[in-house]
């Protein structure tokens, strides 16, 4: 019988990092043990056994003093071997649960941050010949931290400093660069039974695929057999199966196969099919996201693997535009999957995967100048992209305010995130590897990948070994079982070995017998460990005396010498077992715990799922409105401003045409209806703005930046900047508060209708997903009977988090309108819109709970919105003008009028056009 532990230490893998800049990927690193021949079965008797490395005894010390990680083997009195690793007990034992031993032993967090590494790409020859800057620094001192500049509103300079994990400079080779983004002590967990997710994340062309696959042409010829430009999955494919055959061929087993699939114009396509038919996601408890139809392949050896991933390669889909000839136009993801059987019986399987996911880049069409299919592949990426966004700002949001801060993560709005899911804030450990262009002409969109970035880096993630958690417990008391057989057996035979049965006064338990069995102290203190049928060649022994072996030998044999350290050592196991006891009592509460929490993690997430499920719909339906209509910022401010003018003014909006009726689902009218709390308004308001910013880049103009915050009570006030605001408070500024009307009540009302409607399209809904029990779902289905639940639906609240939620700083309390600017003569008064001013406030809704935030992606709390990555340039209008031109005709009216000029002027002043103009330039 030969050792089996794999040897290797990681200790060099960040070497050439400096100390005190070597990215944190955790404390120390992994000492894995050496391979050892046992010694010989006479040897290993009369030794002393190897004890525990972890928290129980410290290893025994080999000869020359060094401490000794051999391989023992014992044989068990059925006489199966068991085998011991780490030269100790403690390799009987199986893993503690993922929040323990596997966790320590990788250096893994029960809460784990994702960890986030930046690759400055090289200036390439487009940029060095068009005159382009470094807009990007790394450090060379310190190798986490950048420096970009970035032009700021109106040409003025926007320098930042961004803090990562890692930073690899332009100079970063790509054999740095596994070790450099710590990605050999993820292979490794996976090999344990992690899952492990690497994406890289980034601008088109900057070097993401180069980064993940190397050259991706060199890779996808069927004659490829290695290069020095190879990315990160070829040198992890390599490291991964050399550290499966290290371990030898006694270790446990490993599996690997493969599975490599791409998510095009948010379809997702089998690259290892030659059909090109589109593959649904599934949902289920257990598994989460998941695509059943992929196929996976067996990859006995590292060529089948490299098979595979070539072969995925050739069928991804590229295209060429002006930033890059090979522009990698899906999301690819190639997952390896490692299971390993462990433990005596191989009973217990561990389910380690690693994904590798090659992002399609974000593309600003007026630079790439796609057209045609191109470019609807560029608004599917970048749609995509911006879902992602999304989800990693809302999981940066609720580390932020804590758990409850966002009840709701959209992962379930693009696929990519759906297949995310488990990598962003959830149960897998998660590299990105953000890639950047250090040219001035990118400096933008550098700017965006970092803001995300460095938000990424605050998502945590709770790491979990992949393995059932029954099967985990019946095979940890399983090896306790084996565990104290083993040792009990060895003691034995280390007694037997020094034939203290012929000594004077000893009473020795047969192989049958346990006398390494912890006193009980419930039974009778007389009795003796005497098998039956076993003569003791001595007088009895009188009771009292021998109460443990030791004290046995101890009482027997005073002034024997040479047994003092036997009895040394079977007093040594008693403790041993006694702390084995203790910590399997301290495993059973962990269990149990786990156990209950986990429920109540389902439960929960089911919950969440519904009320995703309720969200989901609602926003479709505005997204669909959308859709169609935002071609052009100017559209879009035109939708936006009627939008608010149907707010204040619901009645005239719909004589002068702007509201329609509510079954065209493509109108302001429609949208209006939609957005029937603060919630949906702010979501929306986001998605709006963002689109705004992304359209309104493409024209050049006179920038001004636009605040924007929601206070609690509902109120979304839209702020100029200061400059603006001030030049807007200097202007006429008349006390003018429009004929009084709520917008809440109109609002009350609509938000009523809407209820009304939804209900019927989710009774539909429900009709329908019953009437077709095979249509292809995406959460599982609902456990009432689908009339039922939507009757229910409409008696109950609308469903919102379980958990609190802790209000933003920017929040203004309860019913307080958020502290901002406002020109003088503005309406204090929340529920009153106020025109004139460059400042509206509105109340959608007065329901209780329904809190507000600031627009997700876009705007954070009152923050420019430059922060958030994103550069809006508005110029507000604010009615201003109208409503001067408003008074003026009022008074003009007024003259001849009985009413007075001041009615009149209300009256005018409600029939402004516009309460809010946007007008979008850049
Ligand atoms: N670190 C680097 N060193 C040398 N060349 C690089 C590096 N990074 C990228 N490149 C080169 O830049 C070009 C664009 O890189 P790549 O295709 O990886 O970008 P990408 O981010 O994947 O783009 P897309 O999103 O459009 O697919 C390629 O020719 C690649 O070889």
Redesign the pocket.
Known sequence: MTSIISTRSCSGEISRWPAQARPNFGATQLEMSRLGTPPPRTATRTQRPPLDHGDLPTPPRSAQGKRTNELKIHNSPSGKTLRSQSGGISAFLPPRTAQSSTLEQHNVREQDNIKVVV?V??M?ERETTGGETLAVQCSESDTTTLQINAPGPRGASNARQFAFHGVLP?GCRQSDVLQACGITQLLDAALAGFHVTIFAY?Q????????MSG?EDVLALESYAGDSDDGIVTRAVMYLYESINKRGKAAAPVTVKASYCEIYNEALYDLLKFSKQQLSVRWDAQRGFHCPDLSIKDCAGVNDLMQVISRGMRNRRIGSHEL?L???RSHSIVTVYCNTAVGEDNECARFGKISFV?L??SERVKDTHTTGEMLKETTSINRSLFTLGKVISALAEREAGGPSAVPHIPYRDSKLTKLLMDSLGGSALALMVA?VSPASNSADETLSTLSYAARAKNIRNQPVVQLDAKDAAIAALKREVALLRAENQYLHEQLESADVTQLPGTTMATPEGNMLAMPDSTAPQESTVQPEGTASPLPAVTPGQLMTPRTRLAASLPGNKGIEPLIARINEAENLLMRYSKENERLASLNSRLQFRRQFVDTDYTGALEEVDWLRHKLERIEGALKDQVTKPGQLARILSRKFDADLHPKEAGKEGHGHSRMDGHNDSHLLHEASNAEELTEELGALLTKIAAHARAEPGPPISLNATIDRAGSLTITPEKSFAEALSAGPSRSTTPPRMSANSALAREDKEDKQADGESRQQAADKFSDNPGADRDAPASPKAPAAAAAEEETLPRPVSRRGRTPLASEAPMGTTAPTFKPSGASEDPETPTIGGGHVAFSPTDKPGLASRPAKGFIGGSKPVVDAGVVVHVTAKAGAKEHEEAAGDAKAEAGGQEKGPEKLLKKKVGTVPSAMNFKIDI
Do not use: L
């Open positions: 690759r790409r090289p390439n332009p980034g088109t062309g900057s070097g993401k695929t180069f980064t050259r890059n090979e522009s990698s090659d399609a880049g890639c």
